[in-house]
């Protein structure tokens, strides 16, 4: 049995358009486009949803037709059409779902509404073939969240960020130190020359039990020392910045790990077959977090599986594989289908705050 699904991605700022095909069990990515608006936002330091709405209404045709072209297929080759249906900005999502519901309308092929943060959480199926249940962390610019993975719509959100995410905190230090977005790779840089012992950075609600983070305090302590360095010797050096850099990567990189000891804990009880942590989202790709987190699973007896970089940012593939997943739960959406500028993926235990610069996502 073969299934091929055409994905369409539009919450943020990536407008996307692939095509995943399953086959015997496996799935295979045949084509995967992305187009970023980065420059588009770029002289606003953040995304503004209105920019986003257009250019990806401008954008998902000639996407999806490239996915197609890159593909060597039609849409008479595809059996299902998936589109993420939420959360995010609701002007970008509207745009992707209105597409999805022209090309069902117009060529009869059912439609599947995804979750946009179903299609981050399944990702190391499509990659790595993970069997449920297994565990993911999930850590962007806009998402920041601990849930067990147990079915294609079946989570348990653990814990996760009452404030910012923490790729918007690497954001938020870089512009505060002048260093260029996006944040984090920019601060793992500079951290790399750093000590990351020299300021104080507090290690927020680890005081307290459960998975919740918090990163918001992080920037206002960077903040801190920042002025404090400009007042004592009216600037910063660049040992300076490194410093400052290599203490907040540090005090993330803890605060991740030890909220992510309680979650494995807490999903060992389930005493899974082949227990796994699988991290997905932009921050996933800094060393340091790796290293910290490859050497907890080490420790806790736990596979750890890191998808590429291309596939843990926002991306179309994924939503055509969380689409395949639900169509073959046999999930069909008609053209009804509404766009949700929130929709948690648990929704017993969403998070109260939610976070992210992008908006309360989950
Ligand atoms: O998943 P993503 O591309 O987009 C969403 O936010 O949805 O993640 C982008 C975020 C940005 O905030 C960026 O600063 C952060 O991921 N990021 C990193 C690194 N590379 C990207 N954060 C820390 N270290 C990195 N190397
Ligand atoms: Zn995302």
């Not at 073939?129 to 962390?137: D, E, G, K, R, T």
């Amino acid at each position: 049995m073969t299934l091929t699904v055409l994905g369409v991605e539009s919450s943020c700022d990536d407008t996307g358009a692939a095509l995943v095909r399953l086959a015997n069990g496996r799935a295979e990515i045949l084509s995967n486009i992305v187009a970023d608006q980065s420059e588009l936002h770029a002289p606003f330091g953040g995304v503004v949803p209105e920019l986003a709405a257009r250019a990806h209404a401008e954008k998902l045709d000639l996407c999806v037709a490239e996915a197609l072209a890159q593909s060597g297929l039609t849409l008479a080759d595809v059996d299902a059409i998936a589109v993420t249906a939420g959360p995010g900005l609701i002007g970008g999502v509207m745009s992707g779902v209105m597409c999805a519901k022209g090309l069902s309308a117009a060529t009869g092929l059912p439609l599947v509404g995804v979750n946009h943060l179903a299609g981050h959480a399944l990702t190391p199926r499509l990659t790595d073939q993970l069997a449920f249940p297994y565990l993911m962390l999930l850590v962007s610019g806009g998402h920041c969240q601990l849930l067990i993975a147990e079915g294609p719509e079946d989570f348990t959100r653990l814990g996760g960020t009452i404030d910012d995410a923490p790729g918007e905190a690497f954001d938020k230090t870089a512009r505060l130190l002048g260093l260029p977005q996006p944040g984090g790779p920019s601060v793992e840089k500079e951290a790399r020359d750093g000590n990351a012992a020299r300021f104080a950075f507090p290690r927020p609600l680890l005081d307290r039990p459960g998975c919740d983070m918090s990163f918001s305090g992080l920037k206002t302590a960077l903040l801190r020392q920042r002025d404090k360095l400009v007042a004592d010797q009216e600037g910063l050096t660049r040992q300076d910045r490194a410093d400052l850099c290599a203490g907040f990567q540090a005090a993330v990189s803890d605060v991740l790990r030890e909220k992510t000891r309680r979650a494995i804990e807490t999903y060992l009880e389930q005493d899974p077959k082949t227990p796994a942590l699988a991290v997905a989202g932009g921050v996933a790709a800094n060393q340091s977090m790796r290293a910290a987190l490859q050497a907890l699973c080490d420790e806790m007896g736990l596979r750890f599986t890191a998808p590429p970089l291309a596939l843990c940012t926002d991306n179309a593939a994924m939503i055509a594989y969380a689409g395949a997943e639900r169509f073959l739960a046999g999930a069909r959406d008609g053209l009804d289908l509404s766009a949700r500028p929130r929709w948690p993926l648990d929704q017993a235990n969403a998070g109260i705050l939610g976070g992210g610069r992008k908006g309360p996502k989950a």
